[in-house]
């Protein structure tokens, strides 16, 4: 097996850019800047971007092997309510931000960790002192990350009440032996619980995560785990495909023990996405991006990822998390004691930011569309200025001579083999300082 195709430690999925390591604490001047004054519009436009708000909820019932969020699986009930407080308080100071300009939420997202780990009365807590500041009663997606073991049928049904549109189950595999091995909290008869529940609540959008390449997956277990996706009926699934990036149990045990990878190879595990997406679009699915397929593309949209992957502004709240406004780049406190100290101080928890520059700005936009398998060249000629075949000649070239995608004056389309590696294609657009840095 040739060992660039073996899945190594290290980070793969691209989510933004300038990458992460180059943010710094000598940007906050340029985000306080950013947030501290009524929004800006985006180039080519009068006006200002679309806003979303992402809360993070960094509990988990138990740390799976091979997961790289900033999560605690240790933290007691009164922790619980002292993050609760903190995320309350930062919303509080984050409504009163002249960046928000009078705009109400277009999106919003509930991200972890494991949102669901919080119990009904918590959230409805959490819910009603957020209400005090800010709404979301006209937001277009209200999105909610659950892990099924988490779900009961009360809470389910208060997500819904509270104003969720988007439930995202983590399911990952339906082997109980796969989850078990990998260090998953849930087995699969929850996830069938759940999914009563979930369907009795009424969700607009009902999304299924999968990880293809998990420790111990086979050919086998694989296709039957697709079908098992495609008898639940979801609206949409996603699927990951299993990376390794530094601080994942697996990543510790191979740098530390020096033992072979677990995860199976590259070409492995695309294989296995292209036999699901294969099989869900023959069940009706079409595809949304290269790790989404969608039941009707009519009825779901995707505010969130959209909006931000066309330069939306997205306040961000909760320890570690990641915004934009008005084309600054920032990340909250990555520790519970910076970001609880900080908020009980009444500071707003700043970290770290980037000021990208307008044409960084134009990559940031370009990879991350790049990533739904079409680029609209106009788009960029409107609110860049640019024409990115011209801008780009020789590295679009060089993947259509790779069979990655084909161009004409009008668009980029990705072929099959191009999505199912695109995050690989992406650092060819980078500048040249950033394609060697490591990405987070
Ligand atoms: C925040 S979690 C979703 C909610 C909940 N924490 C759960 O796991 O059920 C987001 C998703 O990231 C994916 N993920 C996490 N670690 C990954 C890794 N190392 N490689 C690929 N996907 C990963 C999983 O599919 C997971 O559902
Ligand atoms: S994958 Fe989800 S449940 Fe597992 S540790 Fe990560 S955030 Fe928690």
Redesign the pocket.
Same mark, same amino acid.
């Given at each position: 097996m040739a060992t660039e195709s073996k899945t190594e430690v290290g980070s793969y999925?691209i989510s933004n850019y300038p990458p992460f390591s180059q943010w710094s604490a000598e940007a906050l001047d340029d985000v306080r800047a950013a947030l501290h004054a009524p929004p800006l519009s985006p180039p080519g436009s009068s006006e200002p971007a679309p806003l979303g708000l992402y809360l993070h909820i960094p509990f988990?019932r138990k740390r799976?092997k091979?997961?790289?969020?900033r999560?605690y699986t240790d933290k007691r009930a009164e922790d619980v309510e002292t993050y609760v407080s903190a995320l309350a308080h930062e919303i509080e100071l984050v409504s009163k931000l002249e960046v928000m300009g009078g705009r109400p939420f277009r999106f919003v997202y509930f991200?972890?960790?494991? $949102?669901?780990f919080l119990s009904g009365k918590q959230l409805t807590k959490l819910v009603d002192r957020l209400r005090a500041n800010i709404n979301w009663d006209h937001a277009e997606e209200v999105t909610f990350?659950?892990?099924?073991g988490t779900l009961s049928e009360p809470k389910v049904a208060t997500l819904r009440e509270l104003g969720v549109t988007r439930l995202?189950?983590?399911?990952?595999n339906f082997s109980d032996a796969v989850l078990e091995e990998n260090g998953?909290a849930?087995l699969s008869p929850e996830v069938y619980k759940a999914w009563d529940w979930i369907r009795a609540a009424g969700f607009p959008n009902v999304n299924i995560?999968?990880?293809a390449g998990m420790v111990g997956e086979t050919w086998d277990n694989w296709k039957d785990c697709i079908k098992k996706t495609i008898a639940l009926d979801p609206n949409s699934v996603?699927i990951?495909?299993?990376?390794? $990036?530094f601080n994942?149990v697996y990543s510790k045990d191979i740098l530390g023990n020096q033992i072979e990878t677990p995860v199976a190879d590259w070409p492995l595990k695309r294989a296995w996405v292209k036999y699901a997406f294969d099989e869900l679009a023959a069940a009706g699915y079409s595809v949304s991006s290269a790790y989404t397929m969608v039941k009707d593309k009519s009825k779901v949209n995707f505010s969130y990822r959209d909006n931000l992957w066309h330069g939306s502004d997205l306040l961000a709240t909760g320890v570690a998390s990641f915004g934009h406004a008005s084309g600054v780049h920032y990340q909250n406190e990555p520790d519970w004691a910076g970001y609880v100290g900080r908020l009980e101080q009444g500071e707003l928890p700043l970290y770290r930011g980037m000021k990208p520059t307008p044409h960084q700005l134009l990559v940031r936009e370009m990879i991350l569309q790049l990533k739904t398998g079409r680029l609209e060249v106009d788009y960029f000629r409107r609110k860049f200025g640019v024409d990115i075949l011209e801008h780009w000649r020789s590295e679009f070239q060089q993947h259509a001579d790779d069979e990655l995608l084909s161009f004409n004056d009008r668009e980029v389309t990705l072929t099959r083999k191009g999505l199912l590696r695109v995050d690989g294609m992406l650092p060819a657009f980078f500048e040249p300082e950033h394609r060697g840095v490591r990405y987070t």
């Open positions: 999925f988990c799976c091979f997961c790289y969020f999560v991200g972890g960790g494991t $949102p669901s990350e659950c892990e099924p995202s189950l983590g399911v990952e998953r849930h995560d999968l990880i996603t990951y495909q299993m990376e390794l $990036p994942t």
